[in-house]
């Protein structure tokens, strides 16, 4: 049996579990301290690469949300159902007028890998195929993006 710090030094921890503020996982290395029933020791000396803490950085919730232009119809029909993408630091939207279009695709792949979009239906408008919602899941994912549908209001 290998002694608890040469496993310990073998095993790969995701730093997602734990609520540690990413101004402090600076490069270089830390002492953790974690509780695990099965170990003998609660100390964990932990390497952060300069990669990974730029990642954690700049990883952010973004939201798509279902909403209307109301003024898009004046002969009194149904106004347009448009996507907006909206950022954390409130720079300028990204609107979308169909909902799997190659460029909305393009605009949430394109995140940086972690971030988690928020997709905020509107419960008084029709609802996307879910096809069309897994399809646009399964590609953030492949980027490790999340594609996270909001309860719909």
Known sequence: MLPITARWSLARVSLSEFLIPSRLLTSGRHTVAVRDASAESNILAVFIEAQLTAAV????DYHLVESQMLDSDPAGGTPLTVYVLLF????RPQVFKTFDSKEMEAWLIGKPRGSVVHYDANGFLPRVLPAKLEALKAS????GVSFIESPVN
């Open 57 to 60: 950085a700049w990883a952010k």
């Open 88 to 91: 954390p630091n409130d720079t």
């Open 140 to 143: 953030c994912q492949k980027k």
